[in-house]
């Protein structure tokens, strides 16, 4: 950013406002700049996407459900009627708190206050190597590779003359049972028993094998019992292989050896995606590096009761790159909403000279949707649901929560066209390698 444009107000004669950076545009920086909105401050909110993304539906995009412009909002949109908030596209490599001042690839911005949301990546626990053969899914590229990776799976099973390979291609391992593996293993087995079983000529997609495969215990690790076991059942129907207590332990090519109970085997699939889990931002080192910020193992930054890091009072960090707490909160959208409103909440009023208490997170429960009709739904104590209902509550709780009217609209529009005729409507395959090396057996 131009010194001009960092310097506006003392050149136009006004009072110096007071400068607020925001680094990430996701839930907790987007619900903080609205909440600032309200105070006599200047916000300046950076991202080195243009958009804010809506990752809860990200696998919807990999199914081919839905597409990337209803589920993300361009900042500039979504902030245009908000006049003290600036939008800066910049990618940041570092923070540098002694001069207050963020470092960009191509440039810098001072701060007076600064709030780091800046999220998570994914986490292949010490096997990075993994990440081209199994990839994640935190990004509309992610999700596009996925649904590249999916679709292409039948196409070349359709060419392919080797049984052995076929079955290959139509096998999928997702690795992680949390709520993102949960569902996509869902949506797989909605594309296979209803959506591509009438596409294809030479292969029945219903042969299909999709095999999700959990480290701990259960699907849905951190909800109760009973629900996970209603899950279980819904992923069954669906033709879903679970694999608990099991863990992975090497992936090479085509090939992936699970170990579970001292025993190992090895699955052959075309097509393995990771959801196993997450780290911090790299941004977390930085201020680790330049500040007395501690990180945990998955490198989040440890914070106070007031979402601080210690020794500075002017930076806060919150969402998925914040350490709050003795047990860490989980990285879900209403967590970062929540803190990016309370941490707005207690800049203004520090700036107004009123105290605010510590951060109390609120917990509103939790929802993962299994295919078109089933979901579960744990909202606290005796308030759980498993089925449809639980379904409504999850399409409700989304809705509710995307940004802009005309993708709430869309998306909605979307849901009941899936559920009345089973069709997922953006099956386009892109990428720049638009096709896999099939081999056919050589004819005798």
């Known amino acids: 950013m131009s010194s001009r444009e960092n310097n506006s107000d003392t050149e136009t004669g006004k009072e110096k406002l007071h400068h607020i950076v925001i680094l990430g545009g996701g839930f907790g920086g987007l619900y903080a700049a609205k909440m600032l909105s309200k105070g006599k401050v ?24 839905l597409s990337p412009g209803e589920i993300a909002s361009p900042l500039r949109v979504v902030l245009n009627d908000y006049k003290n908030t600036y939008v800066v596209k910049a990618e940041v490599t570092d923070i540098v708190p002694d001069q207050k001042k963020v470092i960009f690839r191509d440039g810098e911005i001072t701060y007076d206050t600064l709030i780091v949301a800046t999220g998570s990546n994914h986490h292949y626990f010490g096997h990075d190597d993994w990440a081209s053969k199994a990839p994640g899914l935190k ?32 096998t999928f391992l997702i690795i992680g049972a949390g709520p993102t593996g949960v569902e996509l293993a869902g949506t797989i087995g909605e594309l296979t028993r209803t959506t591509l079983k009438d596409d294809f000529r030479n292969i029945n997609t219903e042969d299909a094998k999709i095999i999700l495969v959990e480290g701990l215990d259960q699907v849905l690790p951190t909800y109760p019992k009973d629900l996970s076991q209603k899950a279980q059942g819904f992923l069954k129907k669906l033709g879903v292989t679970i694999k608990v207590n099991t863990m992975v332990t090497d992936i090479s090519g085509s090939n992936a050896v699970i170990k579970r109970n001292g025993s190992s085997e090895t699955i052959y699939s075309r097509t393995i995606l990771w959801t196993a889990g997450v780290k911090a931002s790299i941004l977390g080192k930085a201020l680790a590096q330049n500040s007395e910020a501690e990180l945990d193992r998955t490198g989040r930054v440890l914070v106070d009761t007031f979402l601080n890091i210690p020794g500075h009072q002017d930076i806060f960090v919150i969402g998925d790159l914040a350490h709050f707490g003795r047990n860490p909160l989980p990285g879900v959208a209403p967590v970062a909403m929540q803190q990016g409103k309370y941490v707005a909440k207690l800049i203004l009023n520090r700036l107004a000279g009123r105290d605010t208490g510590p951060f109390i997170y609120k917990e509103k429960g939790n929802l993962a ?76």
């Open 42 to 65: 200047k916000v300046t909110i950076v991202d080195k996407r243009n958009f804010h993304l809506f990752q809860p539906l990200l696998y919807q995009v990999a199914a081919g459900w």
């Open 369 to 444: 949707v299994i295919g078109t009709t089933s979901a579960v739904a744990d909202l606290g104590g005796s308030l759980k649901f498993a089925g449809f209902f639980a379904w409504l509550i999850w399409a409700f709780v989304h809705i509710r929560y995307l940004i802009e009217f005309d993708s709430k609209v869309l998306v909605l529009f979307r849901w009941g066209w899936n559920y009345f005729t089973r069709q997922r409507g953006v099956r386009l395959i892109t990428g720049e390698d638009p096709f896999p090396l099939i081999n056919p057996k050589k004819k005798e």
């Open 139 to 170: 990004t509309v590229e992610d999700a596009l590779e996925m649904r590249r990776k999916i679709l292409l799976s039948f196409e070349a099973a359709e060419r392919e003359t080797d049984p052995e390979k076929q079955q290959e291609w139509m």
